[in-house]
Structures are given as C-alpha cells and as structure tokens.
C-alpha cells in the first residue's frame, strides 16, 4: 500500500475496539442564506440532536441542500453564496472566528447524492483518502486497522476485505456509496451528512445503505435529506419539512418526531407533502 504524507499522528485505536462515541449535536440557530441577493432560506432554526437521525424533507427547491451544506461550511464555497446566523457543534459556533473551515469538515463529514469514490484509487486507499488530505501520518498497522474498522461500520468489510486493492470504481453503485460512507467515518468525525444518498442507487442497494445508517446511528449523528417518504419514515427519529411558498425563501413549517410527522402533523401542509398530495 502507498504510505500517506504525514505530518500529524493519528490516535492509537485501542485492539478490538471502537473509538469512544463523541456527542455531536448540531444546533442551527436562525440561519438564512443568499445566493447573490436572492435570499433562499429564512432564519431556520433546527435543533439535530448527538447520534440521532435527523430527516430534512420538503419539495424541490425549498433549500434542503443549501441548508446541509451550511452545516459543514460547504454554503461559502459558491462565490455568490452569503449566509446569517449559527451553527454550534456541541455548544461552539464552526462559524466563529478564528475557527478553522478545516475542523468544520474533519468534524462533520458529508456523503453526496452521486457516489463519488476516486475511481482509480484502490479500496484501501479511498478510505484513508480523507487522512491524507488532511496530512495525518499513520503506521501500516493503524491503517489496515482503521481501513477494517470503517468498511466494517460502514456495511462493506464482508463483500471487499479480499480485494482491498482493487479500484475503487470497481465496485457496484451501492457499494461505491458505502465505500463513500467508509471514507468519511475514516477521520471520526461527530456528525456525518447525508444528500439524497440512494437516490442513484436501486431498491437494494437503497436497503443496504439505509441498513447502514441504522448501524451507524447510535454512534454519529446524521442529518439526511432525502425525496423519498418511506425512506424518511424507515430511517428518521425525527424529520424537518421545509417549504419555499411562491418565491419566498425556505422555511421550515414544522419538525418533530418522525412517528407524529407522518402519523399526526399539526400543519395540514405538512400531512399534504408526506401524503403525497404535492411535491
Ligand atoms: N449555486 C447556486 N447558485 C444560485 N442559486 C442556487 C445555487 N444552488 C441552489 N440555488 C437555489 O437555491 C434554492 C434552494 O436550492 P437547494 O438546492 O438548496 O434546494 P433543495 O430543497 O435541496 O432542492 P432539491 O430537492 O431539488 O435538491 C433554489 O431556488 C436553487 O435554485
């Protein structure tokens, strides 16, 4: 395997053990954000407690991914994009000053809609991709170590441990989305992010990533968006309806509880858009 460029000593893992679960709660306080001066989201507040499954739900366009994408400081890479408002990880504000967008990343880590592996890197080497990004230095023993680990928590350790070497690309799509998953639990972070994670994939591979979350979810926090209903209802402990009325930017019009969400919202367009009567 290449050794990875170093400067930074990774933590030991204790043999036959996972990493100690950290918190993760990620509290977004009144955030609005703009492209240029179009403002798409109005002072959402939305509270994603530590190892839970947040849903975010709501028609096309009501800035369900814009949101996401404030939540790990992705939002300010659009040239245009501004934004307003807090986002605290265990209590401490990621926009603060003086925080680095690098701790933003490292600490919550994000899986696209499109799975996203670097096709000609082999299996063992995208997982440890995020290491070497971040320059973290790591002996051949602490990475088979940690490669096993996070194809294991991510659901792919049984179909790939005999051909580690293997590219990345060669893996089915369902499989390049867990490789992804892998990859992103490789530098712990406390909250993982999810955009329409199946939504390339077919119905079993969508199960298997879905059975993946549920693995994960008592140890990372995850914030999911997702179109699909069924999807919110099997995976979520709680969701968030976002709606843009007639050009006006995205709020959220109710959050709660997956069960009473689906079961008994107190907002009828809440029960129109997961009953399907719209979006
Ligand atoms: N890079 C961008 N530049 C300008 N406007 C953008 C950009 N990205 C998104 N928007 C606009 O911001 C609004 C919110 O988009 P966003 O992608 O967050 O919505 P969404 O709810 O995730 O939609 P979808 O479910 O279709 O992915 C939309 O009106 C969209 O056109």
Not at 34 to 43: N, S
Request: positive net charge.
């Amino acid at each position: 395997m290449t050794d990875l460029a170093d400067t930074v000593t990774l933590p030991p893992v204790p043999a036959g053990k996972r990493p100690a679960t950290r918190a993760g709660a990620l509290d977004a306080e009144a955030v609005s954000a703009w492209f240029g001066d179009r403002k798409v989201l109005d002072r959402v507040s939305l509270a994603m407690p530590a190892r839970e499954v947040t849903a975010l739900i709501g028609p096309s366009g009501c800035g369900k991914s814009t949101f996401l994408r404030i939540l790990n400081r992705m939002h300010e890479l659009v040239g245009s994009a501004s934004l307003a408002g807090r986002v605290l990880l265990d209590g401490a504000d990621i926009y603060d000053r003086g925080r680095r967008i690098t701790h933003a990343r490292r600490e919550i880590g994000m899986v696209f809609q499109k799975p996203n592996p670097f096709p000609a890197m082999s299996l063992y080497e995208n997982v440890l991709a995020g290491l070497r990004l971040g320059g973290v230095r790591a002996g051949r023993d602490e990475k088979d170590a940690l490669v096993e680990e996070c194809l294991t928590r991510a659901g792919l350790w049984n179909e790939v441990r005999d051909r580690l070497r293997q590219p990345g690309g060669a893996l089915s799509g369902g499989q390049q989305q867990r490789l992804c998953i892998a990859r992103a639990l490789a530098v712990r972070p406390r909250v993982l992010l999810m955009d329409e994670p199946c939504s390339a994939l077919d119905p079993t591979s969508t199960r298997r990533v879905e059975e993946t979350i549920a693995e994960l979810r008592s140890e990372v926090t995850i914030v999911i968006v997702t179109h699909n209903m069924q999807q919110a209802a099997r995976v979520s402990d709680s969701c968030a309806f976002f709606l843009a009325e007639q050009g006006t930017p995205g709020v959220i019009v109710e959050h709660g509880p997956t069960e009473r969400m689906f079961g008994s919202p107190s907002d009828p367009r809440t029960a129109d858009y997961v009953n399907g009567r719209f979006g």
